[in-house]
């Protein structure tokens, strides 16, 4: 069994460390904190990001960046988008040769419009990097709920090697080696998670869900085909997958803001309320740019943008998408 370390205490690392714990792998978080780390160690909870789970004892917690990366194997990035360069720039001079990163954030870096493995494989050239995604939320993998995602990484025998050390009868793992496709696809499903939860707000019903669905993961498609992705990694688990149970689920944070909006709260109020990080809203602008960038035509993505930053009500929203120049699909 490897030596693996989660950066990052949120939802999602706190339950791949749970599940690697419980597989018989050596698993310490590290944070930022003190106060979670005690939280970890002392109270084995972590009530903010997964209230009721226990934390096994095997787990090992720490704020100390050598110690938590030295001798690491497989280091697992579990930071918001946003936080994803800054965190990297802190440990990019004590990270060794051929150490495995594997990035579980999904977003766009706002500004350079990267694609967050391309930020890690900036600063850390030395490092061998991942990206895990698919429809998981952290709160079933937490509690042992039959899970299927994917490992990509331009190396397929790294890939392979990260599947085989995390998979287990409740977390199975394909392999995949287009970067491009994976990320564009788990960046932009939590724009369309957020159009899903507007329309749920609005009180609108499954034809509407299931029309925003279905056009929205056209527009990934188009956009992730232009960068260089191939079409059928949309069809696949970080695709139509993870599109899935983003616009349905209540566990979806994205999902979550967009019914707030969509019944009239303001962007502040909505992310107050949420409490968590809602990385829809942090993606948007930068997915606008790039279609822009590649000329790709991606109205709900840009429709979305105009609700979130320019003050357009969701209502007149739906409204414009909907008399939209007729076309073919």
């Known amino acids: 069994m490897k030596k693996v370390t989660v950066i990052g205490s949120g939802s999602w690392g706190t339950a791949l460390a749970i599940m690697l714990a419980k597989e018989g792998h050596k698993v310490l978080i590290w944070a930022r904190r003190e106060d979670v780390v005690e939280e970890l160690l002392q109270k084995r909870t972590n009530e903010k990001y997964l209230p009721g789970v226990t934390i096994p004892p095997e787990i090992q917690a720490t704020t100390d960046r050598k110690a938590a990366v030295e001798g690491a194997e497989i280091i697992i ?8 360069r800054s965190t990297l720039e802190d440990f990019a001079d004590i990270l060794q040769k051929g150490q495995i990163l594997v990035n579980v954030a999904k977003g766009l870096e706002d500004g350079t419009l990267l694609r967050l493995s391309e930020v890690m494989e900036s600063i850390a050239p030395q490092c061998e990097i991942c990206v895990l995604s698919g429809p998981s939320h952290a709160e079933e993998v937490a509690r042992n709920i039959p899970t299927a995602c994917l490992i990509a990484s331009k190396n397929e025998a790294v890939a392979r090697l990260v599947q085989e050390e995390f998979r287990n009868p409740r977390f199975r793992l394909y392999t995949n080696t287009d970067l491009v496709g994976v990320e564009i696809g788990a960046a932009l499903k939590n724009i369309m998670a957020l159009a899903a939860g507007m329309s749920d707000g609005l009180g609108f019903g499954d034809n509407t869900k299931a029309a925003l669905m279905t056009r929205g993961i056209a527009e990934m ?4 085909i232009a960068m260089g992705g191939k079409a059928e990694t949309f069809a696949g688990l970080s695709g139509i997958g993870d599109l899935i149970v983003t616009c349905t689920s209540m566990h979806s944070r994205n999902r979550r803001a967009g019914i707030l909006l969509g019944q009239g709260k303001s ?15 942090n993606t948007v602008e930068a997915a606008c740019h790039l279609a822009e960038k590649y000329g790709v035509s991606m109205p709900i993505t840009e429709t979305i943008n105009e609700v979130l930053f320019h003050g357009l009500p969701a209502e007149e929203a739906v409204q414009e998408l909907m008399t939209r120049e007729s076309k073919a699909e």
């Open 267 to 281: 962007l502040q109020e909505t992310l107050d309320a949420v409490q968590m990080v809602v990385e829809g809203v």
């Open 221 to 224: 498609k188009r956009l992730g």
């Open 77 to 84: 990035f579990a930071v918001p988008s946003r936080a994803v």
